[in-house]
Every structure is written in C-alpha cells, then in structure tokens.
C-alpha cells in the first residue's frame, strides 16, 4: 500500500469488510483518514438508540467509558489491517490498557472522533497512542496495546 494521508473516507461498509465486529457492538462508523502505518482518525455518532444506553444510566444515557476504549482499539484495528495485509483475517486482542483517563461523559448526540498515532510495534503486539475527542475537546485517551492471532 502507498501513502494515505488523504485516502478517502471509508464508510462503515468498508469497515465491515476489514473487522469482523457487528452492531450492537461495532463503535466506529467511518473512518476520515489515514496515514499508512502512522495514524487513522475515526467517527463514531453516539444516538440516542444505543442499546447500552437503557442501563447506563436510566434518566441520565452515558456512555460507558470501555466503550470508547473499544472504538479507539476497532480504529486502531482498520490501520493495522490497511497498513499490514499480513494482518488481515487475524483477530486483534487487547493486550494492555495503559494511562486511560476519561475526561467528560459522552452523551447521546455527540460525535466522537478517534484519533491514533502507532507508537511501535514488536513482533505481534502493536502499541499506539489513543484520544477521543467531541467538539475539539478531549474525552478520553489511553495507551492501547493490541495482539494479533
């Protein structure tokens, strides 16, 4: 693959066709770029109708901050797909979570936008820097490691 930094949107069809997850769990729904093994930004539109919102909490709908760690990590995912076809049709775990701090609760009617730059990546694991953002303002970020088998 040649550089992407202004590789058009993938729309979630596209991603379908990269990761393997599915609604009521997928938690990005385009992705706006991408810099071939060096970072990807991602869209997420939380709406009102997602199911985890009927319990967490009932009244005041927050999403659960695992969540937008779990968007951060299937972005994450599409780049390492994209950069490294090798990759493609193996299964990325989570292999450590470092540094995660939430910032502000992510509402109903917010957009978030993932953004991750790869830090380095040894054999199997690759480790990248995570933020989530809405409106500019950051809401959560975390050091994501993730194992491909």
Not at 29 to 53: A, Q
Not at 85 to 114: C, S, T
């Amino acid at each position: 693959m040649t550089e992407t930094s202004n590789l058009a949107s993938l729309d979630i069809k596209a991603i379908f066709d990269l990761i393997p997850h599915r609604y009521p769990f997928i938690m990005v729904d385009r992705i706006l770029s991408v810099e071939e093994d060096k970072s990807i930004t991602g869209l997420k539109n939380v709406s009102s109708g997602e199911p985890f919102f009927q319990g967490h909490f009932p009244g005041q709908p927050v999403m659960p901050g695992v969540l937008i760690l779990e968007g951060l990590a299937q972005v994450g995912c599409v780049l390492a797909y994209l950069s490294k076809p090798e990759k493609a049709g193996k299964l990325a775990f989570f292999a450590g979570i470092d540094h995660a701090r939430f910032r502000r609760p992510v509402v109903p009617g917010d957009q978030l936008i993932y953004k991750l730059t790869l830090l380095k990546e040894k054999r199997a694991i690759r480790v990248m820097d995570a933020k989530a953002y809405v409106d500019d303002a950051l809401v959560a970020e975390a050091e994501l490691m993730a194992s491909f088998t």
